[in-house]
């Protein structure tokens, strides 16, 4: 197993032992691609989205937020170009009855190209050491340049198909590369054909396609179709937005990657309605925004880039994704859309009831154009752990590690542990909870007597608790405790009653806007 894989699996073990993602309905073998949240999990995705929602919506004056249904009238869908278009190449493998994404399976193929080049050049940088010039053995080796032309073309043949829908271009792509099922080796393929993401059920009291209802694949369609009642009713004037978090559904063909890729995941999402022209202006202004709320917490900048897009989706006129290198690679974590006035036009159309706004500077009626930032909280759960969690050393000892979550402390799920150093001492039980009792009151706190203080300051630092606070036999003379700094270990001796002060600045949301 490659060393990323590992990390990848110690990751998905790590965030099951300590109560922070369980596999759905696991008593009966689990639900693929379905995730529940443990206490810590669900404390950490609360933390997360109410980062989002704080930068977003208190941070903007124009902008606001809403809470919408999952279910909405199904022309929504007709009108969002979801019906006829929001579909995945699905190809099944006859040997083994697998289900793949045709543009999965070629993706994966072009890595194999781009591996391979990147293995040439390791080999020939170790070969002449200092006087290695990389970019000109990348131009010139014909080796490399051969690999990497082929990534190149077979890159912009795949785009090419999936824009024009062309399903037998895929196919031919998969034959030309030899492109085998990963789990079984077999090249027998069926025709790849369009498969619809959307999940669907039925109302109750309307019988066949007239009571066909769908779970929303976005969250965005909610905004649309309230966009002028939101504007009435808060008065607002362009530019503004509107900002939602919730649930949305798709029927992933292939759930891999633990919840990078889930059939039921959370959104959230912010549509930004403008004047039609100023796009491009607002489309760099989120662009840059959203990638800071990344870097405030500590992300480090190399592990975030941007990627644009080449194949644009029917609504947008530029799209940017931020990705985020996962123990996978890089992949997308967000996108940033400039979706143009297709939505509001489109909802016009169907519903006919106009979607305008009316502009009093220029005094005429007009359909807004919108950028949208659209990030999955799963993902960026997924996001944080992966780059939080880390095994460290610990002392001069090397056979003593510690698994240590880094999360920022305004993210992390409990913010102060209260551990009395031993717990059949009655008179520092006591004390402990009383510090404890009081705690509690301004933070998610713990408190825990369960083993060895070693052993109760490991289990913190897996969860990423950012304090500790030991009571021992001198809390109970002189009123002071140790407070132990989770990431540098440092233990200090501090007064009772500053912990609270000395917690509460440390876990305080407010420094990441600052
Ligand atoms: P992908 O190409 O990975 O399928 P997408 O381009 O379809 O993603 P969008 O429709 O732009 O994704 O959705 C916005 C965000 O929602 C994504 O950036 C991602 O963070 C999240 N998201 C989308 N699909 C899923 C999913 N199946 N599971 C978890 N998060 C998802």
New binding site residues.
């Given amino acids: 197993m490659s060393q990323q894989a590992d990390d990848f699996k110690k990751l998905t073990a790590h965030a099951k032992e300590y109560g922070f993602i369980y596999q759905s309905s696991e008593i009966y073998d689990g639900l693929s691609?379905v995730y529940d949240y443990g206490p810590n999990g669900s404390e950490l995705k609360n933390n997360i989205k109410e980062y989002w929602w704080k930068a977003m919506v208190q941070m903007h004056d124009n902008i606001v937020g809403i809470d919408a249904a999952i279910f909405m009238h199904p022309k929504t869908w007709k009108a969002s170009g979801h019906v006829d278009a929001f579909n995945d190449p699905l190809v099944d493998n006859k040997d083994s009855k697998r289900r793949y994404r045709a543009d999965q399976l070629i993706e994966d193929a072009i890595d194999k190209l781009t591996e391979k080049a990147e293995k040439e050049i390791e080999k020939a940088k170790k070969r002449f050491g200092g006087s290695f010039d990389e970019k000109l053995y990348r131009d010139t080796n014909p080796r490399v340049s051969g690999y990497l032309q082929r990534a190149a073309d077979i890159t912009h043949r795949m785009n090419a198909a999936l824009g024009a829908g062309d399903m037998e271009a895929l196919k031919a792509l998969i034959e030309e590369l030899e492109i085998a099922d990963p789990e079984t080796g077999s090249k027998n393929w069926t025709d790849v054909r369009q498969f619809n993401l959307m999940f669907f059920t039925q109302l109750g009291n309307i019988a066949g396609e007239e009571g066909k209802l769908y779970l929303r694949p976005?969250t965005a369609q909610g905004i649309f179709v309230n966009f002028l009642n939101v504007q009435k009713t808060t008065r607002q004037r362009l530019p503004f937005g509107i900002a939602q978090i919730g649930k949305?559904f798709?029927n992933?063909i292939v759930a891999r990657q633990f919840?990078?890729?889930?059939?039921e995941?959370e959104?959230m999402?912010m549509q930004f309605f403008i004047k039609p022209g100023t796009q491009q202006e607002w489309f760099n202004y989120w662009k840059q925004y959203r990638l800071k709320w990344h870097l405030a917490l500590g992300t480090p900048a190399g592990k975030l880039r941007y990627h644009e897009h080449e194949n644009l989706a029917h609504y947008a006129d530029a799209a940017v994704?931020i990705e985020f290198e996962f123990p996978f690679g890089f992949?997308?974590?967000?996108?940033i859309?400039s979706r143009t006035d297709f939505d509001l036009t489109s909802h016009q159309k169907l519903s006919g009831k106009k979607m305008q706004y009316f502009d009093p500077e220029m005094n005429e009626s007009y359909v807004p154009y919108v950028v949208e930032t659209?990030?999955?909280c799963?993902?960026?759960f997924l996001a944080l752990l992966s780059n939080a969690l880390v095994e460290e050393v610990v002392g001069d000892d090397e056979g003593n590690t510690r698994d240590v979550l880094k999360l920022h402390p305004a993210l992390a799920p409990v913010k102060c542990a209260v551990l009395p150093l031993k717990r059949n001492e009655e008179p520092l039980v006591k004390k402990a909870k009383d510090i404890f009792n009081q705690l509690k009151l301004s933070f998610p706190t713990q408190y825990d007597d369960t083993g060895s203080i070693g052993k109760l300051y490991r289990r913190q630092d897996a969860i990423g608790t950012p304090y500790c606070v030991t009571v021992d036999f001198e809390s109970l003379d002189n009123d002071t405790v140790t407070l132990r700094e989770r990431d540098s270990m440092a233990q200090e001796r501090v007064p009772i009653d500053k912990v609270e002060e000395i917690v509460r600045k440390k876990v305080d949301m407010r420094q990441l806007f600052e």
């Fill in positions: 691609a976005e949305a798709r992933e919840i990078f890729r889930m059939r995941f959104q999402e994704d992949k997308e974590l967000e996108g859309h659209s990030i999955g799963d993902r960026m």
